[in-house]
């Protein structure tokens, strides 16, 4: 026989242990202070897939999906000339498609997704790539990353996309700690100062990849290394 009183009690609000909120381990006048070291550096940060128009762009997103930006740009310098629409895309084929992009991984679905998505632009869009995070999430092949890369390179929207190297080192910073890329994004939505936004996860990304790289972090080129708080640095200045 279950003991009521006893569950309940076990069940109680003021008994039940919260987990701890991670939060920013930097104040407002410090993020401040990280981001406009960045725009100093770099004003004017570009993303690394080479695309001609909103329509490339989306593709070249949709294939770099656990894939080099380098490769990408290596499988699309060709399909880009002959197919930059959706229009032309669909007349090229899917199998045309999978022969163009066979260098990069997982070429064979994504493939059928630049084929599908292309349709649906057609049929449902004019052609054209819509500006919303909803719409594009409907594409085939298009999650919420590609989304806010597309509305933020293509539309100017101030989205923040969280890519691999992006999320490692919000964590590894201790800027916006998050057990997912969407807890890391809201967070940093909330933490950025507006003036920064547009350009904000070009920084982080380009950071993350060429400075904060996961194995040999080059702190001895990093721009806001006065300024970190990442528990690697803390522990060999303590050493």
């Known amino acids: 026989m279950v003991d009521i009183a006893k569950t309940m009690k076990s069940a109680s609000p003021s008994t039940t242990r919260k987990k701890p909120v991670s939060r920013s381990r930097y104040s407002k006048a410090e993020i401040h202070e990280i981001f406009a070291a960045f725009e100093k550096d770099n004003p004017e940060p570009e993303g690394e897939l080479n695309h001609s128009n909103e329509f490339t762009l989306l593709v070249a997103v949709v294939l770099s999906a656990q894939a080099t930006d380098a490769g990408v740009n290596k499988a699309t310098k060709h399909l880009f000339m002959i197919a930059d629409t959706p229009e032309k895309m669909v007349a090229l084929g899917e199998d045309k498609i999978r022969e163009e992009i066979r260098t990069i991984g997982l070429y064979k679905n994504k493939a059928k997704?630049?084929?599908?998505?292309?349709?649906?632009?057609?049929?449902?869009?004019?052609?054209?790539?819509?500006?919303?995070?909803?719409?594009?999430?409907?594409?085939?092949?298009?999650?919420?990353?590609?989304?806010?890369?597309?509305?933020?390179?293509?539309?100017?929207?101030?989205?923040?996309?969280?890519?691999?190297?992006?999320?490692?080192?919000?964590?590894?910073?201790?800027?916006?700690?998050?057990?997912?890329?969407?807890?890391?994004?809201?967070?940093?939505?909330?933490?950025?100062?507006?003036?920064?936004?547009?350009?904000?996860?070009?920084?982080?990304?380009?950071?993350?990849?060429?400075?904060?790289?996961?194995?040999?972090?080059?702190?001895?080129?990093?721009?806001?290394?006065?300024?970190?708080?990442?528990?690697?640095?803390?522990?060999?200045?303590?050493?």
């Open 113 to 239: 997704n630049t084929f599908l998505l292309s349709q649906m632009l057609i049929e449902k869009h004019a052609g054209q790539v819509p500006q919303t995070r909803e719409e594009l999430e409907a594409l085939p092949g298009v999650g919420r990353k590609t989304a806010n890369v597309v509305l933020n390179i293509a539309f100017g929207q101030p989205t923040i996309a969280v890519d691999t190297h992006l999320f490692r080192i919000a964590n590894r910073l201790g800027l916006a700690p998050g057990k997912t890329p969407l807890d890391v994004e809201k967070k940093l939505e909330k933490i950025i100062p507006a003036e920064f936004m547009q350009h904000a996860h070009h920084w982080l990304i380009l950071h993350g990849r060429y400075i904060c790289k996961a194995r040999k972090p080059a702190c001895d080129r990093c721009i806001i290394y006065e300024m970190c708080k990442s528990k690697e640095k803390i522990l060999k200045e303590a050493a």
